[in-house]
């Protein structure tokens, strides 16, 4: 069954710590994976894609990876305005219609 | 500013009662999906249209019926028939061109009077 889990659920860091978020994906061929931002009582704002074991895509302090099992979300030196929920989802080269999204990681930065 | 537009912010259903959430989008995307969010589960997928006067079903469709009579919009009813409505719903949209993200809204809380 198609399945992508994100890690950890919640994560509490100080101003200027960095961390990684991680999501990892079980699907039969894998057409894109794509990063989300959600602040509470919003939708969720589109971050980067993925399309391939190796590459990386960056914005400011956020920086996407690519494997062939996961991807991590890297945060470096964060700020309290990037505290939200982060959500991954991948589509499927079998089925492109949809995309299959984890639960999220809720970050919260502190100053 | 082209995106998507969600109303009401805020809908309270009493028992028995049909209600509709909007989605309009200018975007000039042919996709557009409807999902529901609920505490500690991922977006699922309720319905979606690839282009006018058509639509599929989603992971969790039942209790729900969709239109899609212009390419702006993608409206949502919650039958009386869906037992438990309660959650965050969201309206998305895409290009079908190329591996594109889908682009959200900002949702429609619906709770149970």
Not at chain 1, 33 to 58: C, H, I, N
Request: proline fraction near 5%; aromatic fraction near 12%; include cysteine.
């Amino acid at each position: 069954e198609d399945q992508v889990t994100q890690s950890p659920e919640a994560l509490r860091l100080q101003e200027g710590e960095s961390s990684s978020l991680n999501c990892s994906y079980t699907v039969s061929g894998l057409r894109g994976l794509f990063w989300y931002r959600q602040d509470p009582g919003k939708g969720p704002e589109f971050l980067f894609t993925l399309y391939s074991a190796g590459e990386e895509k960056e914005k400011e302090r956020l920086k996407a990876t690519l494997t062939k099992k996961e991807s991590f979300l890297h945060i470096t030196a964060p700020k309290p305005e990037d505290s939200a929920t982060y959500l991954c989802a991948v589509r499927a080269t079998y089925n492109t219609d949809k995309l299959i999204f984890g639960t999220g990681t809720r970050l919260q930065v502190f100053p | 500013d082209g995106g998507i537009t969600q109303s009401p912010k805020y809908l309270f259903r009493k028992e028995g009662q049909n209600v509709t959430l909007s989605c309009e989008q200018n975007l000039n995307h042919d996709a557009m999906y409807w999902y529901r969010q609920d505490p500690g589960q991922g977006l699922r997928l309720i319905y979606y249209s690839q282009i006018v006067n058509d639509f599929q079903k989603g992971d969790i469709a039942e209790g729900y019926s969709v239109s899609r009579e212009k390419k702006e919009s993608f409206p949502l009813t919650v039958t009386s028939a869906q037992k438990n409505p309660t959650a965050f719903y969201l309206c998305a949209s895409s290009t079908l061109v190329g591996n594109q993200p889908q682009h959200f809204g900002d949702g429609t809380r619906l709770s149970i009077l």
